[in-house]
């Protein structure tokens, strides 16, 4: 692959994922006609074998000698598209990415809203419109890199940015996007306990399709601007 050009995405982690599928559905017939669970197993030892060569290979770094992006140690070059799962109705996330990637884009840029995932303090919420994880993985089955944008303040013209209402409940004096202790305790406690065990997994070197995540947003426009929070 040629600097400039992208690589086919359809070469990574969701394709070995699939390997892992087809072998599951080949040892569920094999048991419906009566296989020895022997077969069965090294089938499915086969396929997770291969899932882990392909997730073992994977990187994603920026070569600055070259001035470019490198995907697996070969230059790749990021079109990216902005679309939020939680603007669209689950069943229409993959026709919309299908569109996406027919308009020419490589990678899929969303944002997490912290608001729609803790509505409540400690009650996460990461089903049905809420399913960033089906959503993303969506798109790796179309091909697409993702680059996340998971706040805590995510702008994006919703309320509070993203940041959820009770906040303000627990706090009526609370500093948003800064050092503060009340602050900085939910955001940890979001970020530990809710957020990054379901991105983890998705992460582009674990064989998920997140190459970047960018925290915060448009930080610098904002007149807290405490450096120490940025550090």
């Not at 997490?112 to 798109?139: C, M, P, Q, R, V």
Request: aromatic share 12%.
């Amino acid at each position: 692959v040629k600097a400039g050009q992208t690589r086919p995405q359809h070469e990574s982690a969701a394709g070995a994922n699939r390997v892992v599928r087809k072998a599951c559905c080949i040892t569920e017939d094999l048991t419906m006609a009566g296989a020895p669970s022997l077969l069965q197993s090294l089938l499915l030892l086969a396929a997770f074998v291969a899932t882990l060569a392909k997730i073992g290979d994977r990187s994603f770094t920026i070569d600055y000698d070259n001035d470019c992006f490198l995907q697996d140690g070969e230059p790749v070059q990021i079109v990216s598209g902005s679309m939020h799962y939680y603007r669209i109705h689950p069943t229409d996330w993959t026709d919309r990415i299908k569109k996406l990637r027919y308009a020419g884009f490589n990678t899929l840029e969303t944002y997490i809203e912290w608001a729609s995932h803790e509505k409540e303090i400690g009650k996460y919420d990461f089903t049905g419109a809420n399913n960033f994880t089906d959503f993303i993985l969506k798109a790796q089955e179309e091909g697409m890199m993702v680059l996340l944008r998971p706040g805590p303040f995510i702008d994006a013209e919703r309320d509070m940015g993203g940041l959820p209402y009770w906040l303000l409940r627990e706090d009526p004096n609370i500093k948003l996007r800064s050092m503060d202790p009340t602050f900085v305790k939910f955001v940890d406690a979001w970020y530990a306990d809710g957020l990054l065990p379901e991105l983890k997994p998705l992460l582009y070197s674990n064989g998920g399709p997140i190459i970047m995540v960018q925290v915060e947003n448009e930080y610098g426009a904002d007149p807290t601007c405490d450096y120490e929070y940025t550090s």
